[in-house]
């Protein structure tokens, strides 16, 4: 009894001290590495424009849902910590006559690494590379010829946020802002006039293209206050993205405004050995 009692109290102690370092000691264990996850949902509005499909500029709602997993690095604790993100959205907007719909749909993956500083006065600093996947497809109603248009990219981002801890009456909060931008990748665009149907046939040349800030620019920011209760918090934010590409005298361009909000958890994963 003595030694299961003594083991339980060790065990309550490391959990304690492990949930203290999410804030980002810069003396971790290897060994405790907290994971910071969140699930959030959104709903806003959406800009779409499309030359493949139609001259004109659709707009109408929007809404996300969007998982994200922060952990310090098994190499480098508190000072380098991992990134994933994935998120699903869909759009449907109009045109200015309101007799035609264009559907959007976007589907995104990415993971980076980003390293982690703490200024004075209690303001957290971070920033690193992340490698971003994501595809889509744009619908468009009236076109019956040639009703959608595909969207892919690969891009090599640059990532990272600002926090800053503050108290709401007795009420722990964190204020974040999230910048992410492409720099560098590929992405897929056919040519002007080009058919879906002469592509399954086997016209491939010219597909993918180089993607950079001059013919493919994608700035996203998010902003959020995660309010603390207890290893649970209530996050809620602001979310807005922005994608312009032109090339092969086609342009796109996808601007979306997103009311976020949906928790996050804090917890320390143990291994049966230890």
């Known amino acids: 009894m003595v030694s299961q009692f003594r083991n339980f109290i060790l065990s309550v102690l490391f959990m304690i001290a492990g949930v203290k370092a999410v804030h980002g000691q810069e003396n971790i264990s290897p060994d405790v590495r907290p994971v910071k996850s969140a699930w959030t949902i959104g709903i806003g509005s959406s800009h779409l424009a499309d030359t493949y499909l139609t001259p004109l500029k659709y707009g109408g709602w929007s809404t996300s849902i969007d998982y994200e997993r ?78 959608a248009s595909a969207k892919g990219a690969v891009t090599a981002d640059v990532i990272g946020y600002v926090a800053y801890d503050v108290k709401l009456w007795r009420l722990p909060v964190t204020l974040r802002w999230q910048p992410e931008t492409a720099v560098l990748g590929a992405f897929f665009s056919p040519k002007y006039d080009e058919l879906y149907y002469e592509i399954y046939l086997g016209n491939h040349s010219g597909l993918v293209h180089p993607a950079w800030w001059g013919n493919r620019f994608r700035f996203d920011n998010l902003v959020t206050a995660d309010l603390h209760l207890g290893s649970t918090s209530i996050r809620v934010g602001y979310e807005c993205g922005w994608m312009s590409s032109h090339v092969s005298n086609l342009t796109t361009r996808m601007i979306t405004h997103r009311f976020v909000i949906g928790v996050t958890t804090e917890w320390i994963g143990f291994k049966r050995n230890r």
């Open 70 to 147: 922060m952990q310090d690095t098994r190499w480098w604790p508190g000072k380098w910590e991992m990134r994933l993100r994935l998120g699903l959205s869909l759009d449907h907007t109009e045109n200015p006559a309101r007799n035609a719909t264009m559907w959007g749909a976007r589907l995104r993956g990415s993971w980076g690494m980003m390293r982690r500083w703490t200024i004075p006065c209690g303001i957290h600093l971070a920033v690193g590379p992340a490698l971003t996947v994501e595809g889509g497809c744009l619908y468009n109603d009236r076109n019956s010829n040639n009703p």
